[in-house]
């Protein structure tokens, strides 16, 4: 990973790099250094020879039996029947407690979860307009079957207060490719990159959102390629205080000419209204809990605005890398 994460994304400029990779330029990680951290594997459908196609995305544990990662990383044209039976069957896994890259079966000292449900923000859109790909919202949580044990190679990571401002200097984790070749590590890597606003990118992302950070970095110095998608950027890593998950990996470009990768983070701190509807956090309260995680078990299908968010069953985990070279 050298000292880049890679972001899988789809690409929708084909005269751009399409094949984006992990943290390329980063550190290998190890052991216990970053318990929080999820991977997440899931088949959207089967080969000719039966074999499954599987794809690849991260994300955080929040509670023990819940996952943050991006909304894009559920993105499927599957109808509702074939999205439960991808969750009936166990084909949507996240796994913790290990350093490895894991695969989607036969894996050793790691510990498995199965997805229950996945549920998207409301308002989440993803939508090509000309040459640029519009992402708004892009968050979603998942609730596991079965919690996760808590121990030394398992933790929950906390979340910001919304009043509270992000931190100069962030770490972001990764299991994707650490190249632009298609290379991969066997070791999740990690790398520090620092924050910015959209106008002090070299190429500011167009439109804007408000509920968005970026960073930039040189090619294969510590970014986001493929397979990263619904990773964290990460405050108070190495500080003395407990880390604190700021950022959710969403999509990233290049710029071709200052030769750097841009990223895009969505805010979790500007999404948390959006977190605390489902996942029962501990500043909620206990009745409030009870009843958020009980609509979520069994919602209605509502519209408008994350007072009345709709549920979305989910097929696959799949994420979406875009360049955008100049």
């Not at 950070?213 to 890593?237: I, Q, T």
């Not at 990996?249 to 030769?259: A, E, H, M, P, V």
Request: charged share 20%; glycine share 8%.
């Amino acid at each position: 990973m050298g000292r880049l994460l890679y972001v899988v994304l789809i690409c929708f400029l084909p005269f751009h790099v399409c094949d984006l990779y992990k943290v390329a330029g980063g550190t290998s990680v190890e052991k216990g250094q970053f318990p929080f951290f999820v991977q997440l594997l899931s088949a959207k459908g089967f080969y000719e020879d039966g074999r499954l196609m599987i794809f690849r995305c991260a994300g955080t544990l929040i509670h023990p039996k819940w996952i943050l990662t991006a909304a894009h990383c559920y993105l499927s044209n599957l109808t509702e029947s074939e999205f439960s039976l991808m969750f009936e069957k166990n084909y949507i896994r996240a796994f913790m407690g290990t350093t490895k890259k894991v695969k989607f079966s036969n894996n050793f000292d790691v510990t498995v979860g199965y997805l229950q449900k996945a549920y998207l923000h409301p308002n989440f859109l993803h939508k090509r307009e000309g040459p640029r790909l519009r992402v708004l919202n892009d968050i979603a949580v998942g609730i596991l079957k079965h919690p996760f044990p808590i121990n030394d190679d398992i933790k929950v990571i906390n979340l910001p207060d919304v009043r509270r401002r992000i931190c100069l200097q962030g770490v972001i984790i990764g299991a994707g490719r650490i190249d632009f070749q298609k290379k991969s590590s066997d070791i999740l890597q990690y790398a520090f990159v620092f924050p910015k606003t959209n106008d002090k990118l070299s190429r500011p992302y167009t439109p804007d959102s408000p509920a968005a950070f970026y960073a930039e970095v040189n090619y294969l110095r510590g970014h986001n390629l493929e397979g990263d998608s619904g990773g964290p950027f990460v405050c108070n890593y190495n500080s003395g205080s407990a880390p604190i998950q700021y950022g959710i990996d969403s999509i990233g470009y290049n710029n071709s000419r200052t030769k750097t990768v841009i990223t895009r983070y969505e805010s979790v701190a500007k999404q948390m209204k959006f977190i605390k509807w489902y996942v029962p956090l501990p500043s909620l309260h206990k009745d409030t809990r009870q009843k958020r995680i009980s609509e979520s078990i069994n919602p209605q299908k509502v519209s408008g605005s994350i007072k009345k968010p709709i549920p979305i069953f989910i097929l696959f985990i799949t994420s979406v890398f875009i360049y955008i070279g100049l």
